[in-house]
T-cell receptor, first 114, second 113 residues
Framework: GDSVTQMEGPVTLSEEAFLTINCTYT??????LFWYVQYPGEGLQLLLK?????DKGSNKGFEATYRKETTSFHLEKGSVQVSDSAVYFC?????????????FGAGTRLAVHP | ETGVTQTPRHLVMGMTNKKSLKCEQH?????MYWYKQSAKKPLELMFV???????ENNSVPSRFSPECPNSSHLFLHLHTLQPEDSALYLC????????????FGPGTRLLVL
């Protein structure tokens, strides 16, 4: 079945450092891809998404490009802030069951220090 | 800010207790979901409701019993749980069951003693 693999954390960075969180997927079709973020004590929030190959999703300085050839959707940010500390989840949509469901990776915790 | 609320936010229960988790969405959506988030495991989809009808029961033990009385409310009734059921239970909603984007509540942190 479809699956998502993302790099294990925690990722620890200093403020203003460059961020990359790797995500690869396995899917039989051409799913939409998502990054969700979970801040401490809160639920998941949609950060960005891409619906087809070569699409770039972006939001709040974060970007990810849908790469069909490498089945990847890596999350990047040029300069992280302390407020970006959270857990980041990569996900894909699976509509094979007659309804849309999200399949998530295990999550990557990011800690940004001043 | 979220259009999906969950109560209680924290719950401690014994294995013989019966409790219920509540989810309410204020977004006018027609599909609602229950997920389980355990430590070091990906989020697991438990149940999907579309227009108050269950469309997915993802091999969830019968000690978890969902209820969707209307499109705005979703409950998860719990009875005779096990310690391994301790987790964060997340509710989500979407415009309909074919929508790709889901909106999540803050979750209920459950501890089973």
């Amino acid at each position: 079945g479809d699956s998502v693999t993302q790099m294990e954390g925690p990722v620890t960075l200093s403020e203003e450092a460059f961020l990359t969180i790797n995500c690869t997927y396995t899917a039989t079709g051409y799913p939409s891809l998502f990054w969700y973020v979970q801040y401490p004590g809160e639920g998941l929030q949609l950060l960005l998404k891409a619906t087809k190959a070569d699409d770039k999703g972006s939001n709040k300085g974060f970007e990810a490009t849908y790469r069909k050839e490498t089945t990847s959707f890596h999350l990047e940010k040029g300069s992280v802030q302390v407020s970006d500390s959270a857990v980041y989840f990569c996900a894909l949509s699976d509509s094979s069951g007659g309804y849309n469901k999200l399949i998530f990776g295990a999550g990557t915790r990011l800690a940004v220090h001043p | 800010e979220t259009g999906v609320t969950q109560t209680p936010r924290h719950l401690v229960m014994g294995m013989t207790n019966k409790k219920s988790l509540k989810c309410e969405q204020h977004l006018g959506h027609n599909a609602m979901y229950w997920y389980k988030q355990s430590a070091k495991k990906p989020l697991e989809l438990m149940f999907v409701y579309s227009l108050e009808e269950r469309v997915e029961n993802n091999s969830v033990p019968s000690r978890f019993s969902p209820e969707c009385p209307n499109s705005s409310h979703l409950f998860l009734h719990l009875h005779t749980l096990q310690p391994e059921d301790s987790a964060l239970y997340l509710c989500a909603s979407s415009h309909d069951s074919h929508s790709e984007t889901q909106y999540f509540g803050p979750g209920t942190r459950l501890l089973v003693l």
